[in-house]
């Protein structure tokens, strides 16, 4: 039988890093799913196919192959694309690619798929409340969206982008907007995940708590 941790929140909520450790102290397999939506979009700018070309896309999807190596690396049709997938032509487009009918579907059987047998940590926005709805474990990790912004900041800086603090912001706020309002699988938090608010706490102190909250629910079963 598996076991399934479900990670969701907002973007810049340290999912990312949390699940990593959280994944590597517990030896479960982690799979980060906005990588696989940032996969679909590099193949669509690839293959020069615009949002309206339905058509299209559903090509794409009945061939695309996403192979998330335990190494990390993420291969999209035979390419190693852990890079690419970062880069800001596909940051600008995942969040509408994400609202497509057949994306969401062809990667929510995808990530059923990927799961079964094993045992995983998964992180996203639906994870709790539309792919696995009977997680062992759910986790809702939140920030407060100034928090975020100046964690972005931080990472910018580290990759030598400029940018205004306002803007991030911004960005941040709308991001927000259109995840949790959207008609097919919003963010938002599942009536039995465990709420963290990370705004003041370091990586370390969230790891810890979500490792002893995955150390009593496999006490309890
Ligand atoms: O976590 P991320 O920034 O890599 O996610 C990229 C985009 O994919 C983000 O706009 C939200 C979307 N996404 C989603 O709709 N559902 C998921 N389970 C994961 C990501």
Redesign the pocket.
């Known amino acids: 039988m598996s076991f399934v941790v479900a990670i969701d929140g907002p973007?810049g909520a340290g999912?990312?890093t949390v699940t990593k450790q959280v994944g590597e102290k517990l030896e479960l397999i982690n799979i980060?799913?906005?990588?696989m939506?940032?996969c679909v979009t590099l193949n669509l700018l690839q293959e020069k196919i615009r949002l309206e070309e339905q058509e299209k896309i559903q090509e794409i999807l009945d061939k695309i192959e996403i192979d998330m190596k335990e190494t990390g690396e993420i291969f999209l049709n035979g390419e190693c694309v852990s890079h690419k997938i970062r880069e800001d032509e596909v940051n600008n487009l995942?969040?509408p690619v994400?609202l497509n009918k057949s994306v969401r579907e062809k990667l929510l059987e995808l990530q059923r798929k990927i799961a079964q047998g094993k045992d995983i940590i998964m992180?996203?926005?639906?994870?709790g409340t539309v792919?696995f709805p009977n997680a062992d474990v759910k986790i809702y990790l939140d920030a407060s969206p100034e928090e975020r912004a100046k964690r972005r900041m931080k990472q910018n800086e580290e990759k030598g982008i400029n940018s205004s603090y306002e803007e991030v912001l911004k960005n941040i706020m709308d991001?927000d907007k259109r995840?949790s309002t959207r008609d097919i699988?919003p963010?938002k938090r599942a009536k039995d995940a465990i709420y963290i608010d990370s705004t003041n706490m370091i990586i370390e102190e969230v790891v810890d708590k979500i490792v002893e909250i995955v150390g009593e629910r496999k006490k309890e079963r």
């Open positions: 973007a999912k990312g980060d799913t906005g990588a939506f940032r995942v969040s994400s992180e996203g926005r639906d994870i792919v991001r995840d699988a963010l």
